[in-house]
Protein backbone atom coordinates (compact mmCIF):
# COMPACT_ATOMS: atom_id res chain seq x y z
CA UNK A 1 0.00 0.00 0.00
CA UNK A 2 0.92 3.62 -1.15
CA UNK A 3 1.11 5.32 2.66
CA UNK A 4 0.63 9.32 2.99
CA UNK A 5 2.17 11.40 5.61
CA UNK A 6 0.63 14.57 6.06
CA UNK A 7 2.66 17.36 8.05
CA UNK A 8 1.71 19.14 10.33
CA UNK A 9 -0.60 17.24 12.77
CA UNK A 10 -2.33 20.32 13.52
CA UNK A 11 -1.61 23.87 12.72
CA UNK A 12 -3.21 27.47 13.92
CA UNK A 13 -2.74 30.23 11.76
CA UNK A 14 -4.53 33.48 12.29
CA UNK A 15 -7.01 35.01 9.87
CA UNK A 16 -6.20 36.52 6.37
CA UNK A 17 -3.09 34.59 7.36
CA UNK A 18 -1.62 31.82 4.97
CA UNK A 19 -1.58 28.27 5.88
CA UNK A 20 0.20 25.16 4.27
CA UNK A 21 -0.60 21.86 4.68
CA UNK A 22 1.93 18.96 3.59
CA UNK A 23 1.56 15.61 1.94
CA UNK A 24 3.79 12.60 1.65
CA UNK A 25 3.28 9.57 -0.64
CA UNK A 26 6.03 6.13 -0.12
CA UNK A 27 5.95 5.92 -3.50
CA UNK A 28 5.43 8.18 -6.39
CA UNK A 29 1.52 9.13 -7.70
CA UNK A 30 2.80 10.74 -10.79
CA UNK A 31 1.87 8.74 -13.88
CA UNK A 32 4.53 8.82 -16.80
CA UNK A 33 2.34 8.36 -19.87
CA UNK A 34 0.28 11.81 -19.13
CA UNK A 35 2.44 13.41 -16.27
CA UNK A 36 -0.35 13.22 -13.70
CA UNK A 37 -0.09 12.92 -10.41
CA UNK A 38 -2.70 11.09 -8.83
CA UNK A 39 -3.53 13.04 -5.66
CA UNK A 40 -6.86 15.08 -3.76
CA UNK A 41 -7.44 17.00 -1.19
CA UNK A 42 -10.59 17.40 0.87
CA UNK A 43 -11.75 19.01 3.38
CA UNK A 44 -13.91 17.42 6.91
CA UNK A 45 -15.67 19.98 9.06
CA UNK A 46 -17.38 18.02 11.77
CA UNK A 47 -20.20 15.93 11.32
CA UNK A 48 -19.86 16.76 7.77
CA UNK A 49 -18.67 14.19 4.84
CA UNK A 50 -15.11 15.10 3.15
CA UNK A 51 -15.80 17.46 0.73
CA UNK A 52 -13.50 17.41 -2.50
CA UNK A 53 -11.30 20.66 -2.47
CA UNK A 54 -8.60 19.60 -5.55
CA UNK A 55 -7.53 16.57 -7.70
CA UNK A 56 -4.76 15.82 -10.14
CA UNK A 57 -2.97 17.59 -7.36
CA UNK A 58 -3.49 20.66 -8.54
CA UNK A 59 -7.24 20.97 -10.04
CA UNK A 60 -9.81 23.22 -8.05
CA UNK A 61 -12.99 21.52 -8.33
CA UNK A 62 -15.74 23.60 -9.04
CA UNK A 63 -17.34 25.95 -6.48
CA UNK A 64 -13.88 25.90 -4.11
CA UNK A 65 -12.65 29.12 -3.73
CA UNK A 66 -9.82 30.58 -5.20
CA UNK A 67 -8.04 30.80 -2.15
CA UNK A 68 -7.05 26.64 -2.21
CA UNK A 69 -4.55 25.32 -4.15
CA UNK A 70 -2.53 22.59 -5.02
CA UNK A 71 0.93 21.97 -6.17
CA UNK A 72 3.51 19.39 -6.16
CA UNK A 73 4.58 16.35 -7.95
CA UNK A 74 5.77 12.72 -7.39
CA UNK A 75 5.74 11.86 -3.62
CA UNK A 76 5.53 15.42 -1.81
CA UNK A 77 2.74 17.78 -2.50
CA UNK A 78 1.08 20.52 -0.36
CA UNK A 79 -2.14 22.39 -0.09
CA UNK A 80 -2.28 26.28 0.40
CA UNK A 81 -5.09 28.40 1.73
CA UNK A 82 -4.01 32.25 0.80
CA UNK A 83 -5.98 33.92 3.27
CA UNK A 84 -7.33 31.98 5.97
CA UNK A 85 -11.23 32.32 6.76
CA UNK A 86 -13.24 31.22 9.41
CA UNK A 87 -15.32 28.66 7.38
CA UNK A 88 -11.72 26.98 6.77
CA UNK A 89 -11.39 25.68 9.99
CA UNK A 90 -11.50 22.08 9.53
CA UNK A 91 -9.62 18.32 9.03
CA UNK A 92 -7.75 18.32 5.55
CA UNK A 93 -6.86 15.38 3.81
CA UNK A 94 -4.62 13.90 0.99
CA UNK A 95 -5.64 10.78 -0.82
CA UNK A 96 -4.41 9.02 -3.53
CA UNK A 97 -5.40 6.65 -6.31
CA UNK A 98 -2.70 6.38 -8.21
CA UNK A 99 -3.31 2.35 -7.44
CA UNK A 100 -5.76 0.71 -5.10
CA UNK A 101 -5.83 0.39 -2.18
CA UNK A 102 -6.91 3.89 -2.66
CA UNK A 103 -5.42 5.83 0.75
CA UNK A 104 -5.55 9.27 2.89
CA UNK A 105 -3.29 10.98 4.72
CA UNK A 106 -3.49 10.66 8.42
CA UNK A 107 -5.19 14.36 8.41
CA UNK A 108 -4.13 17.66 9.63
CA UNK A 109 -6.47 19.91 11.62
CA UNK A 110 -6.38 23.46 11.06
CA UNK A 111 -7.66 25.52 13.63
CA UNK A 112 -7.99 29.79 14.19
CA UNK A 113 -4.69 31.19 16.26
CA UNK B 1 -27.40 16.44 -9.36
CA UNK B 2 -26.24 13.12 -8.19
CA UNK B 3 -26.90 12.02 -4.46
CA UNK B 4 -26.18 9.38 -2.07
CA UNK B 5 -28.00 7.98 0.52
CA UNK B 6 -26.32 5.80 3.46
CA UNK B 7 -28.69 3.16 5.07
CA UNK B 8 -28.74 -0.05 7.10
CA UNK B 9 -28.97 -1.00 11.04
CA UNK B 10 -27.01 1.28 12.98
CA UNK B 11 -26.17 -1.73 15.41
CA UNK B 12 -24.54 -4.51 15.05
CA UNK B 13 -23.87 -8.16 16.86
CA UNK B 14 -20.03 -9.63 17.15
CA UNK B 15 -19.40 -12.06 14.24
CA UNK B 16 -22.52 -11.31 12.30
CA UNK B 17 -22.89 -9.53 8.98
CA UNK B 18 -22.77 -5.32 8.33
CA UNK B 19 -25.35 -4.70 5.81
CA UNK B 20 -25.75 -0.89 4.21
CA UNK B 21 -27.02 0.24 1.48
CA UNK B 22 -26.55 3.42 -0.63
CA UNK B 23 -29.07 4.78 -2.78
CA UNK B 24 -27.75 6.91 -5.61
CA UNK B 25 -30.32 9.52 -7.02
CA UNK B 26 -30.40 12.45 -9.51
CA UNK B 27 -28.25 10.10 -11.94
CA UNK B 28 -27.84 6.39 -12.92
CA UNK B 29 -25.63 3.95 -11.32
CA UNK B 30 -24.62 1.98 -14.85
CA UNK B 31 -23.89 5.13 -16.54
CA UNK B 32 -21.28 6.81 -17.11
CA UNK B 33 -17.38 5.74 -16.00
CA UNK B 34 -17.79 6.92 -12.31
CA UNK B 35 -16.70 4.37 -9.61
CA UNK B 36 -18.97 4.02 -6.31
CA UNK B 37 -17.40 3.31 -3.26
CA UNK B 38 -17.46 2.42 0.56
CA UNK B 39 -15.32 4.30 2.92
CA UNK B 40 -14.96 4.10 6.68
CA UNK B 41 -14.07 6.46 9.44
CA UNK B 42 -13.50 5.32 12.58
CA UNK B 43 -14.59 8.65 15.55
CA UNK B 44 -11.93 10.93 15.78
CA UNK B 45 -9.74 9.10 13.08
CA UNK B 46 -8.97 9.04 9.64
CA UNK B 47 -10.22 7.51 6.40
CA UNK B 48 -10.00 4.02 5.61
CA UNK B 49 -11.46 2.78 1.76
CA UNK B 50 -13.12 -0.22 1.73
CA UNK B 51 -13.78 -0.94 -2.12
CA UNK B 52 -15.56 -0.13 -5.14
CA UNK B 53 -17.95 -0.96 -8.13
CA UNK B 54 -17.98 -0.16 -11.53
CA UNK B 55 -18.87 -1.07 -15.05
CA UNK B 56 -20.46 -4.23 -15.10
CA UNK B 57 -20.02 -5.37 -11.34
CA UNK B 58 -16.16 -5.26 -11.44
CA UNK B 59 -15.00 -4.94 -8.38
CA UNK B 60 -11.24 -4.15 -6.52
CA UNK B 61 -11.43 -4.19 -2.46
CA UNK B 62 -8.84 -2.90 0.11
CA UNK B 63 -6.48 -6.21 0.67
CA UNK B 64 -7.16 -5.93 4.56
CA UNK B 65 -11.01 -6.26 4.05
CA UNK B 66 -10.75 -8.26 0.94
CA UNK B 67 -11.96 -11.86 2.64
CA UNK B 68 -14.96 -10.26 4.71
CA UNK B 69 -15.95 -7.73 2.04
CA UNK B 70 -18.67 -7.77 -0.75
CA UNK B 71 -20.09 -5.04 -2.56
CA UNK B 72 -23.02 -5.97 -4.45
CA UNK B 73 -24.88 -3.91 -7.34
CA UNK B 74 -28.52 -3.93 -7.52
CA UNK B 75 -28.55 -1.38 -11.43
CA UNK B 76 -32.83 -1.78 -11.18
CA UNK B 77 -33.05 -0.26 -7.51
CA UNK B 78 -29.96 2.56 -8.60
CA UNK B 79 -28.29 0.94 -5.33
CA UNK B 80 -25.11 -0.57 -4.33
CA UNK B 81 -24.63 -2.07 -0.70
CA UNK B 82 -21.56 -2.88 1.29
CA UNK B 83 -21.30 -6.75 3.09
CA UNK B 84 -19.11 -7.11 5.89
CA UNK B 85 -18.63 -10.37 7.52
CA UNK B 86 -17.68 -11.57 10.73
CA UNK B 87 -17.60 -8.02 12.05
CA UNK B 88 -15.83 -6.99 15.86
CA UNK B 89 -15.56 -3.91 17.70
CA UNK B 90 -12.57 -2.71 15.02
CA UNK B 91 -15.69 -2.21 12.47
CA UNK B 92 -17.01 0.29 13.99
CA UNK B 93 -16.86 3.25 12.07
CA UNK B 94 -19.27 5.84 10.15
CA UNK B 95 -19.41 4.55 6.46
CA UNK B 96 -19.71 6.39 3.66
CA UNK B 97 -20.49 6.08 0.21
CA UNK B 98 -18.89 8.36 -2.63
CA UNK B 99 -18.86 8.67 -6.08
CA UNK B 100 -15.17 8.48 -7.94
CA UNK B 101 -16.03 10.76 -10.90
CA UNK B 102 -14.47 9.74 -14.07
CA UNK B 103 -13.45 6.01 -13.09
CA UNK B 104 -12.04 7.82 -9.48
CA UNK B 105 -9.35 9.80 -11.89
CA UNK B 106 -11.26 12.90 -10.49
CA UNK B 107 -11.19 12.25 -7.24
CA UNK B 108 -14.37 11.46 -4.65
CA UNK B 109 -16.59 14.13 -5.30
CA UNK B 110 -19.89 13.17 -4.11
CA UNK B 111 -20.12 11.54 -0.81
CA UNK B 112 -23.47 10.38 0.93
CA UNK B 113 -23.72 12.00 4.63
CA UNK B 114 -22.44 8.76 6.45
CA UNK B 115 -23.89 5.97 8.95
CA UNK B 116 -22.88 5.26 11.93
CA UNK B 117 -22.55 1.71 12.77
CA UNK B 118 -21.73 0.56 16.32
CA UNK B 119 -21.05 -3.56 17.03
CA UNK B 120 -21.80 -4.30 20.07
CA UNK B 121 -23.40 -7.11 22.00
Redesign the interface.
Known sequence: ?IVMTQSPDSLAVSLGERATINCKSSQSVLYSSNKKN?L?W?QQKPG?????L???ASTR?SGVPDRFSGSGSGTDFTLTISSLQAEDVAVY?C?Q?FI????????TKLEIK | QVQLQESGPGLVKPSQTLSLTCTVSGGSISSGSDYWSWIRQPAGKGLEWIGHIYTLGSTDYNPSLKSRVTIPVDTSKNQFSLRLSSVTAADTAMYYCARGRNTGYDGFDIWGQGTMVTVSS
Open positions: DYAYQPPKLIYWEYQYTPYTFGQG
